[in-house]
């Protein structure tokens, strides 16, 4: 993770204009990010897992193209090496926050930022959530379990996440699905926590492409059956499947959020999805740094991209349903802040 700090008072208008560029490069061919001409709330943002972007510079970033409000993701286990407790995540939060702000400002000193898209309210308005990924569901112990809950007192906090069930082989990592039986016990005990102390949810589910029966899906909606749904509300992260998987958890009264593996050529089953998805229960999201949107799928993805995805879908979705474009980004940004403040 990079320092922006770093040569700062050295910094010339050009190299403070790189660094706020909104134009990004996928082999040869170069793609400036679209105006949407209203905020945008990134829902689910991973800031410690770049492996080339610096997390004060994406923030930047992010608040120089629209994106008004971010949530972040904070895992006791994954992340433990640079923020084992929720303090020491706070904290960081905090410098890349005052880092980015610092740059922004010399962005708008330096005219490298456009302000009529700009929403410098970013800065006042990123959280994150607190949970372990189903990858850790093995080592979720009480001590564990007592970070998560810890963390949920700090002001910055927002919610419970990323929890749920994934069983998938990832073999680009070779990290095999734990037990599902393990998965679910641990799924249950942070979705009971959240629905304690009444704060949101997100859930990851995955499973094989070749599941047919979308069993994490199946066994996630009966956790929620058994455990309960938040009533400060529970949110599909990252999804990926058909329209009658999305209108199954919409019934209980979850929220689906959409990134930019839903813009992928091959993914009009989840467009459909999103288009069929009442106006009330949509939310946009990154999952940065995976993912990026098309036409710059396979490069490293920031919260600023939203603003391609966004787009995208709102497109789509007005053409199958004749409504406007920007009712479908207000009513995204309505649930967001519904549900994040």
Not at 204 to 232: F, I, K
Not at 268 to 282: M, Q, Y
Not at 302 to 324: H, N
């Amino acid at each position: 993770m990079g320092d922006v700090k770093e040569h700062s008072e050295n910094r010339g208008p050009a190299d403070t204009a790189a660094l706020l560029s909104l134009t990004y490069t996928k082999k040869t061919k170069r793609f400036e990010l679209p105006a949407l001409g209203a905020p945008v709330v990134d829902t689910h943002a991973h800031l410690m897992s770049f492996w080339r972007a610096n997390p004060a510079g994406a923030l930047a970033r992010a608040a120089a193209a629209g994106v008004e409000r971010m949530v972040t993701i904070w895992d006791p286990l994954s992340d433990a090496r640079y923020a084992p407790t929720a303090a020491a995540y706070h904290e960081l939060l905090c410098e890349w926050i005052a880092e980015a702000r610092a740059l922004y400002e010399q962005g708008l000193r330096d005219g490298a930022v456009d302000t009529a898209r700009a929403t410098p309210q970013l800065f006042d308005h990123v959280g994150y959530l607190a949970g372990v990924h189903p990858y850790g569901a093995p080592d979720y112990t009480d001590e564990v379990h007592g970070l998560v809950a810890a963390a949920l007192d700090d002001p910055l906090c927002l919610g419970v996440g990323e929890i749920g069930l994934d069983y998938h082989f990832d073999a680009d990592d070779d990290i095999e699905a734990a037990p599902h039986d393990v998965q679910i016990a641990a799924m249950s005990r942070q979705l009971a926590l959240a629905c304690e102390r009444n704060m949101p949810v997100e859930l990851h589910l995955r499973h094989e492409n070749d599941d047919a029966a979308r069993t994490s899906h199946e066994d996630a909606y009966r956790v929620l059956c058994e455990v309960g749904v938040p009533s400060a509300g529970c949110v599909l992260h990252c999804f990926g499947e058909d329209r009658a998987t999305a209108e199954r958890f919409v019934e209980l009264g979850c929220y689906i959020a959409f990134g930019g593996a839903a813009t992928f050529k091959r993914n009009d089953e989840v467009r459909e999805a999103f288009a069929a998805c009442p106006l009330d229960r949509i939310v946009f999201e990154t999952d940065c740094p995976y993912m990026a949107p098309e036409p710059i799928r396979g490069i490293e993805c920031e919260p600023a991209m939203i603003c391609q995805t966004a787009k995208l879908l709102s497109e789509d979705r007005a053409q199958r349903t004749g409504e406007k474009v920007d009712e479908i980004l207000a009513a995204a940004r309505e649930n967001s802040l519904r549900l994040f403040g």
